[in-house]
Every structure is written in C-alpha cells, then in structure tokens.
C-alpha cells in the first residue's frame, strides 16, 4: 500500500476549498482571504513533497541518517559536479529554498523577528523530526534525518525574514487620517 503525493494535494485542495467558503461567509477582506489560502496552499504543497509518497509493506533499503553538518551538502555537491547528474544540485538548492515563503507569511501573521526566526528553525527540524517518526512507524526510514537540511532550511527562512523584513521596511507607511 502507498499513499501517494497527489492524493494528500486532492485532500488539501478539498480543506482550502472549505476554508476559503468559511471565510467568504465570514466576510474576510480580500487581502486576508488571499494571504490565508496562500499559506494553506503553501502548507499543503510543503507536507505532500517532504513526507509523502509513503510505502507500506515493501521491502526498500533504509536511507542513511546523516548528523553530521555540511556533509550531505558537499557530498551531493561535489557528485553533482563530477558528473553524476544534477540531483544534488536540485536538492541543495530545494531545501534552502523551501522555506523561504515563510518570511513573507511570518511578516503577516508573527509581528516578532525573534520569533519568526525561531518558527523558521522549530518547522525545520520538526520536519525532520516527523520523518523520523514516520520511518519509525512504518518500519524503515523512507526519508533520511539529514541535519544539513535543517541548515539549509533555517538559513534559507531566515534570509527570507531579513530580507522581508528589510522590503518592507522600506516601503512607504500609509499616510494617517487626520
């Protein structure tokens, strides 16, 4: 048995729809309503690629945790580079990336930079933490705890928050009523 990737974006899809018709009756301003599907949509799509597909009863060799910083990342470097196709690359450059959102939902819903960098940080290794368990649940560690994702996560969240951050503090403030 296999729970496939598509199958958890069709039921995310399904919960956006129905908060998007909670809020319409609640009357969300349009902003709100737009900034809050966008997070759903962001959550949906984040959960399908960094914990599904999973395999039930199959006979798949473990992947290899790694606790040791920067490994992984000049390992899938250096193979990359010397020829050995652009998958470390591509996922190097994808968990830096995937948190990123992050610094302009965080803007929005956390008014602290204190705390959304450490809401950058506890995602990130809380998704690694829930592979972990997953692996441990279903019998064999279909994804690998790789502490160079966390690295790469956070400091990819947090460029996000400073650099948001940043933007908006630059952008013109709305003239007061007076």
Do not use: W
């Not at 309503?33 to 759903?40: A, D, H, R, T, Y």
Request: hydrophobic residues 55%; proline residues 4%; charged residues 15%.
């Amino acid at each position: 048995m296999t729970i496939l990737r598509e199958g958890v974006l069709l039921i995310g899809a399904a919960v956006l729809v129905l908060c998007a018709i909670v809020m319409i009756f609640k009357k969300v301003k349009p902003v709100k309503f737009f900034l809050n599907l966008s997070f759903g949509l962001y959550v949906v799509m984040v959960v399908a690629v960094c914990f599904f597909p999973i395999k039930f009863g199959v006979d798949i060799p473990d992947s290899l945790n790694n606790f040791i910083p920067f490994k992984s990342i000049f390992d899938s470097l250096k193979n990359s580079f010397s020829g050995g196709g652009i998958y470390g690359i591509r996922s190097v450059v994808g968990n830096f990336i995937m948190l990123m959102p992050l610094g302009l939902f965080f803007h929005f819903y956390i008014k602290e930079p204190k705390k959304r960098f450490l809401g950058v940080f506890l995602i990130s290794v809380g998704i690694e933490t829930v592979q972990f368990i997953i692996g441990m649940l279903i019998g064999y560690n279909y994804r690998s705890v790789d502490i160079d994702d966390v690295i790469l996560n956070t400091v990819g969240g947090l460029i996000s928050v400073l650099v948001i951050d940043y933007i908006f503090k630059k952008l013109p403030s709305k003239p007061s009523a007076k």
